[in-house]
C-alpha cells in the first residue's frame, strides 16, 4: 500500500458526460500528480501541482482540468468526455521537497466512456 | 514525442534466469532515471533509480547499468523469479527546479517468468 488514495475505484459513464476523480496523497506530501495509462499511449505525465498550484503541465487535454485544494488532496476533472478517454488514471505524490524524488503511486481510477 | 525507448515490449525468462530489459533516451537534461514495476490492476511502484554520475547500482537481484555517453540503460533481474512476472517501465526525470519536475515513462516490457 503505497499510502495515496483513489476514488472512484470504476467509473463507467457516457460520452459527452463531466467526471471527477480524485486523489489524496500521502501523509505530508506536497506535490500531487496525474497520469493516464492507456493500452496504446502508455503511461502519459499529465499536471503536477505543488502546495496547491500548478507546477508542470504535461499531455493534458484542455477539456481535462485539475486542482489541488488546502488540504493536499486533489481532482482531476474530465469533461465532454470520448471513447478515446477510457484509460486507468493514476495520481501519484512526492514529499516535493526536491528532484528526483520518489513518486508513490495511488491505485488508480478506470474509466470507461461507453 | 517519445522521449523515453523501451525494448523489448514482451519478455519471456525461464526461472533462475536473467531478465534484461534495455531504454535509451534523447533529453540530455535527464538527471533522474527510475524504474517501476507494475503488476495487474494495481499502480506502478518505484523498483530501483539511478543518477547518471553513477554507472550501475544494485538492489537485491535489480541491478541498472547506466552508459551515459550512449544515453542507455538497463535494468538487470538475476535469478528471475514468477513473482517477477510484472509490466516493467523505465523512466526518466527533468525539471526547471525546486518542485517542479516531469517523469516520462518508456512504453513498457511485460515479464513473464515461467517454471
Known amino acids: 500500500d503505497s499510502g495515496v488514495t483513489q476514488t472512484p475505484k470504476h467509473l463507467i459513464t457516457a460520452t459527452g458526460q463531466r467526471v471527477t476523480l480524485r486523489c489524496s496523497p500521502r501523509?505530508?506530501?506536497?506535490?500531487v500528480y496525474w497520469y493516464q495509462q492507456s493500452l496504446d499511449q502508455g503511461l502519459q505525465f499529465l499536471i503536477q501541482?505543488?502546495?496547491?498550484?500548478?507546477?508542470a503541465k504535461g499531455n493534458i487535454l484542455e477539456r481535462f482540468s485539475a486542482q489541488q485544494f488546502p488540504d493536499l488532496h486533489s481532482e482531476l476533472n474530465l469533461s465532454s468526455l470520448e471513447l478515446g478517454d477510457s484509460a486507468l488514471y493514476f495520481c501519484?505524490?512526492?514529499?516535493?521537497?526536491?528532484?528526483?524524488?520518489?513518486?508513490?503511486f495511488g491505485p488508480g481510477t478506470r474509466l470507461l466512456v461507453l | 514525442q517519445q522521449q523515453v525507448k523501451q525494448s523489448p515490449q514482451s519478455l519471456i525468462v525461464q526461472k533462475g534466469g536473467i531478465s534484461i530489459i534495455n531504454c535509451a533516451y534523447e533529453?540530455?537534461?535527464?538527471?533522474?532515471f527510475p524504474w517501476y514495476q507494475q503488476f495487474p490492476g494495481k499502480g506502478p511502484a518505484l523498483l530501483i533509480a539511478?543518477?547518471?554520475d553513477v554507472s550501475e547500482k544494485k538492489e537485491g537481484r535489480f541491478t541498472i547499468s547506466f552508459n551515459k555517453s550512449a544515453k542507455q540503460f538497463s535494468l538487470h533481474i538475476m535469478d528471475s523469479q514468477p513473482g517477477d512476472s510484472a509490466t516493467y517501465f523505465c523512466a526518466a526525470i527533468w525539471g526547471v527546479g525546486f518542485g517542479n519536475e516531469k517523469l516520462t515513462f518508456g512504453t513498457g516490457t511485460r515479464l513473464t517468468i515461467i517454471p
Open positions: 501523509s505530508g506530501d506536497l506535490s
Open positions: 533529453n540530455t537534461a535527464f538527471d533522474y
Open positions: 539511478i543518477r547518471p
Open positions: 501519484a505524490s512526492s514529499a516535493g521537497q526536491g528532484r528526483g524524488e520518489t513518486q508513490y
Open positions: 501541482y505543488y502546495n496547491g498550484e500548478e507546477r
